[in-house]
């Protein structure tokens, strides 16, 4: 647990995706939590090599999104044709429901979409111009042809010269670097 402030973490090079992902499998077996992958593709699998258990915040504030539309769509609606000014036309009742379901969906869809949008820009800390890994001259391959693990100084297990012994170990690791804030 030394050098915890001195530096972001440890980052390691590889040349392939199956290098990543078994250095990644290899990373996660070793008990580390706080690391994160980078590549310049997609790669399938590299989610439950590295360890992320979606936590499903997501879906939580889209439904929180949509369901404070549909409430406050209908009660819009109830407020204005029951409470403010209601209007009695043709003997039909001041909350007459079959009348606020457009509005009410809607307003469901609106602040959902809100939600899911500025939901994820918030939980994915976008958009984010700065990243302590551009600070490694390497790391500008990460969007062509590299792949990049990232081991962070929070993680319980990190400690800078062990870590460091554990990155180079790794099968088909290239290069090993400090990551500066």
Same mark, same amino acid.
């Given at each position: #647990?030394?050098?915890?402030?001195?530096? +972001?973490?440890?980052?390691?090079?590889?040349?392939? &995706?199956?290098?990543?992902?078994?250095?990644?499998?290899?990373?996660?077996?070793?008990?580390?939590?706080? *690391?994160?992958?980078?590549?310049?593709? /997609? $790669?399938?699998?590299?989610?439950?090599? $590295?360890?992320?258990?979606?936590?499903?915040?997501? =879906?939580? &504030?889209?439904?929180?999104?949509?369901? $404070?539309?549909? #409430?406050?769509?209908?009660?819009?609606?109830?407020?204005? !044709?029951? *409470?403010? +000014? /209601?209007?009695? $036309?043709?003997?039909?009742? +001041?909350?007459?429901? /079959?009348? %606020?379901?457009?509005? &009410? %969906?809607? #307003?469901? *869809?609106?602040?959902?979409? %809100? =939600?899911?949008? %500025?939901? #994820?820009?918030?939980? @994915?800390?976008?958009?984010?111009?700065?990243? /302590?890994?551009? @600070?490694?001259?390497?790391?500008?391959?990460? !969007? !062509?042809?590299?792949?990049?693990?990232? *081991?962070? !100084?929070?993680? @319980?297990?990190?400690?800078?010269?062990?870590?460091?012994?554990?990155?180079?170990?790794?099968?088909?690791?290239?290069?090993?670097?400090?990551?500066?804030?």
């Amino acid at each position: #647990m030394s050098d915890v402030h001195d530096v +972001y973490g440890l980052m390691v090079e590889f040349a392939s &995706t199956d290098d990543l992902l078994a250095g990644c499998e290899q990373t996660r077996d070793a008990g580390f939590k706080n *690391i994160d992958a980078f590549s310049p593709a /997609p $790669i399938h699998g590299l989610t439950e090599a $590295i360890g992320y258990e979606g936590k499903g915040w997501i =879906a939580k &504030t889209v439904f929180i999104g949509g369901f $404070i539309g549909a #409430m406050s769509g209908f009660f819009l609606q109830y407020w204005t !044709s029951a *409470i403010d +000014y /209601p209007l009695n $036309i043709g003997g039909r009742p +001041y909350l007459s429901w /079959p009348a %606020f379901i457009p509005v &009410t %969906f809607e #307003m469901t *869809i609106l602040l959902a979409v %809100f =939600a899911a949008v %500025f939901g #994820m820009l918030g939980w @994915n800390k976008l958009p984010q111009p700065y990243h /302590p890994v551009f @600070n490694v001259q390497r790391f500008k391959l990460a !969007s !062509s042809n590299r792949f990049f693990l990232v *081991i962070e !100084s929070v993680d @319980n297990k990190f400690d800078r010269q062990a870590t460091r012994a554990f990155l180079e170990g790794l099968d088909n690791a290239v290069g090993v670097y400090d990551v500066d804030y």
